[in-house]
C-alpha cells in the first residue's frame, strides 16, 4: 500500500515568490494535516482536514498562507508571499479518521533565498 | 494546553548498548493519546507506537519496549542492544481525547556508533 506522498522533495524559492506543496494522503484516509517543522524542533500542526472540511486552522498564519484539499483526497499548501522565516520542512499526514494514528510523508524541504 | 518535554537533545551510544529515551507530558484531560514516532535522515516520520491513558501496561516489541508510567506522566521508550541502523531522531507526542492532532516534543537524537 502505497504511502503519503508529498512533492516536490526539495524546492529553492527566492523570497517574495509564490509556493505550493503538494500531498495525496494514504487511500481511503479521511484526515488530512499539514505540520511545519523547524530545524531542531518538533513539527507544529498548521491544518487538518476531515474530508475537505478544514477543522483546525488556527495556527495557519493565514495572510500568508492557504490550503485546500478538493474533493477531499489531494491537498495542496500554499505560501504566498514566501519570507525567509519560512524556510523549514512541510509535512504532510494522513489518518483513517480523526481519532486513529496518523502516517507522514517524507516532506517538502523549503529554502527561501 | 498541552506540553511534551524530550529533555535529552542527544544521545550517543556504542552499537549493542541498550538506551533509554525520556518522555514526559502535561495535559489536563484524563484521556488521552501517547506516541512515539521515528524520523530517519530520510525525513520521513515513521509511526512506532500509540497508546492510551487507560493502558497502563508496559509494551515490548522486538528490541523496542515503553515504559508507560501515569504517576509521574512519562512515557519512556527503551531499545535494547541498539544498532547503527537505530540512529535517527525520536519523537514523542501527545493527543486529546478525540482530537487526532499531534503536540510533539522537540525531540531526540540518538546516534548509534558501531
Known amino acids: 500500500e502505497a504511502g503519503v506522498v508529498q512533492s516536490p522533495r526539495y524546492k529553492i524559492i527566492e523570497k517574495k515568490q509564490p509556493v505550493a506543496f503538494w500531498c495525496n494522503p494514504i487511500?481511503?484516509?479521511?484526515?488530512l494535516y499539514w505540520y511545519l517543522q523547524n530545524l531542531g524542533q518538533g513539527p507544529e500542526l498548521l491544518i487538518r482536514y476531515e474530508n475537505e472540511e478544514a477543522v483546525d486552522d488556527s495556527q495557519l498564519p493565514k495572510d500568508r498562507f492557504s490550503a485546500e484539499r478538493l474533493k477531499g483526497v489531494d491537498s495542496t499548501l500554499k505560501i504566498q508571499p514566501a519570507e525567509l522565516g519560512d524556510s523549514a520542512v512541510y509535512l504532510c499526514?494522513?489518518?483513517?479518521?480523526?481519532?486513529?494514528?496518523?502516517?507522514f510523508g517524507q516532506g517538502t524541504r523549503l529554502t527561501v533565498v | 494546553a498541552q506540553k511534551v518535554t524530550q529533555a535529552q537533545t542527544e544521545i550517543s551510544v556504542v552499537e549493542k548498548e541498550d538506551v533509554t529515551l525520556d518522555c514526559v507530558y502535561e495535559?489536563?484531560?484524563?484521556?488521552?493519546?501517547l506516541f512515539w514516532y521515528k524520523q530517519p535522515p530520510s525525513g520521513e516520520l515513521v509511526f512506532l507506537i500509540r497508546r492510551n491513558s487507560f493502558d497502563e501496561q508496559n509494551e515490548i516489541s522486538g528490541r523496542y519496549s515503553w515504559n508507560f508510567q501515569k504517576s509521574t506522566s512519562s512515557f519512556n521508550f527503551t531499545i535494547t542492544a541498539s544498532q547503527v541502523v537505530d540512529s535517527a531522531v525520536y519523537f514523542c507526542?501527545?493527543?486529546?481525547?478525540?482530537?487526532?492532532?499531534?503536540?510533539f516534543g522537540k525531540g531526540t537524537m540518538l546516534l548509534v556508533s558501531p
Open positions: 495535559t489536563r484531560d484524563t484521556t488521552y493519546y
Open positions: 507526542a501527545l493527543s486529546e481525547a478525540g482530537y487526532s492532532t499531534l503536540t
Open positions: 499526514a494522513s489518518s483513517l479518521d480523526g481519532y486513529t494514528e496518523a502516517f
Open positions: 487511500s481511503g484516509h479521511n484526515t
